[in-house]
């Protein structure tokens, strides 16, 4: 009686101004331990028990546990590392593509128990699932008479399809933590059948990624993604956790633990102005940015004297702040989360390669040009990857069986191409960089055609004509000075995807017909690019040299004509890319793994403002790298 009481009480004074959370969905989340590490240990198992650091420039991207349990930490230096644990094996993780099929391999296999097809990656070793439908199914199949023998299936229509399961017990750790006796009890009510039967699918699926993959991973429970995604993070490395949402305060319990910064969803400007209005400071701009939002909890501001959406909004309300804001961060920091996972598509929504040059910043047009090939070269060699697929050709079009090539479409192609680069900081009289050492320039320009021809250009005659036809024109526009621009990054990119009909979706022969009409488009697109793209015959850097060198360079950038309607164009397009990036989900602010960061002991640290990691100084580039990837 007297907890009862209490139990409403509690309840009582939350619900005075809570927001209402639904909790008719059920959500896994994945996060793959030690990724890069037990990629490159699953390619060669003699790896397997070694202290292993996964190298990227001059510091590791991650390290496995056996090297963690000797003190070595993701980002550290190599020769931080080295020194803590000699025997450490240090390979090279500068190429992503081994990381991008495993990471594919596992999304697809995970997606498959996805009956709504919900399934949604974030960065490569994180996955959402929604698997509400399956759970429900099974919810009205589970005999309360035989629940240590039960049987989950995953499928509707094979019934042998499943794997057997004790429903007596939850799979793996339960927060709160509940009492097996209860359990029995708590099986009354719906919420926790439903939870009680995802924990032991997450298991399941958890096994077979070790036993079917090798990908050992931590595991998260709950009814929305950010919740699934904190109660993932509680017990780490290969284990999992299922939030028993069962009671209000359970929630809010949860949540009030976690230090602002911590809540997926909440970015550190966000952090930092809440914080500073709940402890009535003013943050004079930290270049270290250590203490933005780890100085209160989530309690902490929920409780503060008048706080509700409504003041959130006016807290947050600066210039180019997104409306709504304030009841966003109120609905997390009551563990509210409406948002949806990502229906699993087969075609990314943008693919970017970039490099850095923090050792050696990019000066000369000879480097410049050679960068923009190979990123160009990587590039075409992706799109080809990840947007091409066969197709059986149309029988009466004769021309089409003449050329296998032909037999190859584009499944979706992007509109749009942006490059951005990013500059050194300048040196400030202090060994700190500013914070714009994040800020990246860019300019975007419809994709030309040719680098959608399949049909008889090598990967590397369109990469080089796209390095010097669309690359170097925008590189132009960024940076008009003829050398010495100080670059530490630069990035390209396709974006704006647009999917294209296969032959099995609207008939035979569709597919070629497909690829003539992106043809056709991209000609018209073409005919108008013409105006201001250069053409030259002469070789690719010989025209750039040619352009920076001479004296007349200036003119000759100028001299490409550019309508007010060409701008104005562009300037569309580039607010339109804006648009995208600024309405892309939280998902791209989540963090990962906060605590293994926080902890950094690092003197010459910054926060990164997307997902408020420590990074050390020497890992910025590496770490805004790992930001970028694509699908
Ligand atoms: P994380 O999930 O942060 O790390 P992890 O999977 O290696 O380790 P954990 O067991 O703690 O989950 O990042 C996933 C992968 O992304 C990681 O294996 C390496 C890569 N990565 C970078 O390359 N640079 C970075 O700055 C970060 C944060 C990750
Ligand atoms: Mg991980």
Redesign the pocket.
């Known amino acids: 009686m007297k907890t009862a009481a209490l139990m409403s009480g509690r309840a009582k004074t939350i619900a005075a101004k809570a927001p209402k959370r639904n909790d008719d969905r059920v959500i896994l989340h994945f996060?793959?331990?030690?990724?890069?590490?037990?990629?490159l240990e699953n390619a060669n198992p003699g790896l397997k028990g070694q202290p292993l650091g996964?190298k990227?420039k001059s510091?590791l991207?991650?390290?496995n546990?056996a090297a963690?349990a000797h003190g070595v930490k993701?980002?550290m230096s190599i020769s931080e590392a080295h020194k803590i644990c000699p025997g450490l094996v240090v390979i090279s993780?500068e190429d992503?593509t081994p990381?991008r099929d495993a990471s594919k391999r596992l999304w697809s296999f995970l997606r498959s128990h996805s009956w709504s097809n919900r399934a949604e990656r974030l960065?490569?070793?994180?996955v959402f699932l929604d698997v509400t439908e399956v759970i429900a199914y099974n919810q009205e199949l589970l005999n309360r008479n035989a629940l240590q023998d039960s049987f989950f299936q995953l499928s509707r229509h094979d019934p042998e399809k499943g794997f057997g399961f004790d429903a007596t017990q939850f799979f793996g750790c339960v927060q709160p933590s509940v009492d097996p006796t209860d359990l029995v009890l708590l099986l009354d009510n719906p919420l926790c059948v439903r939870l009680l039967l995802a924990s032991h699918l997450a298991g399941y699926l958890r096994l077979k990624l070790e036993e079917d993959f090798g990908y050992t991973s931590?595991g998260g429970v709950s009814t929305n993604k950010t919740l699934a995604k904190l109660a993932g993070s509680i017990n780490?490395?290969q284990n999992q956790t299922t939030l028993l949402s069962l009671r209000e305060y359970d929630v809010q319990d949860f949540m009030d633990g976690h230090k602002l910064r911590q809540i997926p969803g909440i970015g550190s400007r966000i952090a930092q102005l809440i914080q500073d209005h709940v402890l009535s400071i003013k943050t004079t701009p930290d270049p270290h940015g250590l203490e933005i939002g780890a100085k209160v909890t989530a309690r902490e501001v929920r409780q503060f004297a008048s706080m509700s959406a409504d003041l959130l909004e006016r807290i947050l309300n600066r210039p180019g702040a997104e409306r709504g804001s304030g009841e966003k961060v109120w609905n997390l920091l009551h563990g509210v989360d409406s948002s949806e996972v990502k229906e699993a598509s087969d075609v990314p929504t943008q693919i970017s390669i970039e490099d850095t040059y923090m050792a050696r910043p990019l000066n000369t047009p000879s480097e410049l040009m050679r960068e923009l090939r190979a990123l160009a070269t990587s590039l075409i060699r992706r799109m080809r990857v990840d947007l091409v697929v066969t197709y059986d050709p149309d029988p009466s079009d004769l021309s089409s069986q003449q050329n296998t090539q032909q037999h190859l479409r584009w499944a979706a192609y992007p509109k749009t191409l942006r490059l951005s680069t990013r500059a050194r900081p300048k040196p400030n009289g202090t060994s700190t960089p500013t914070p714009e050492i994040f800020s990246r320039n860019s300019r975007s320009q419809p994709l030309p055609s040719f680098a959608l021809n399949l049909k008889d250009a090598s990967i590397e005659a369109v990469a080089e004509r796209l390095a010097s036809e669309a690359l170097l024109p925008l590189f132009r526009r960024l940076h008009p000075e003829r050398q010495g621009w100080n670059l530490a990054l630069i990035n390209v990119c396709v974006a704006n995807m647009v999917m294209v009909a296969g032959p099995g979706e609207t008939g035979s022969g569709a597919g070629a017909r497909a690829a003539r009409d992106i043809g056709r488009m991209f000609r018209t697109q073409e005919d108008k690019l013409r105006e201001w793209t250069i053409y030259d015959n002469t070789p690719v850097a010989s025209v750039l040299d040619t352009a920076f060198s001479s004296a007349n360079v200036a003119d000759i950038v100028k001299s490409i004509p550019q309508s007010e309607e060409e701008e104005k164009r562009e300037d569309t397009i580039d607010a339109m890319d804006e648009l995208v990036e600024a309405s892309e989900p939280i998902a791209v602010l989540l963090d990962?793994?906060v605590d293994?960061?926080e902890d950094s002991d690092e003197d010459e640290s910054q926060r990164?403002h997307l997902?408020g990691?420590i990074?050390p100084i020497f890992?910025i580039s590496?770490?805004?790298?790992?930001?970028s990837?694509g699908d």
């Open positions: 996060d793959y331990d030690c990724f890069y590490a037990s990629v996964v990227q510091i991207a991650t390290c546990y963690r993701k980002l993780g992503l990381f960065g490569l070793d994180e931590s780490k490395p990962s793994d293994a960061w990164c997902c990691h990074i890992a590496a770490h805004e790298r790992f930001h990837i």
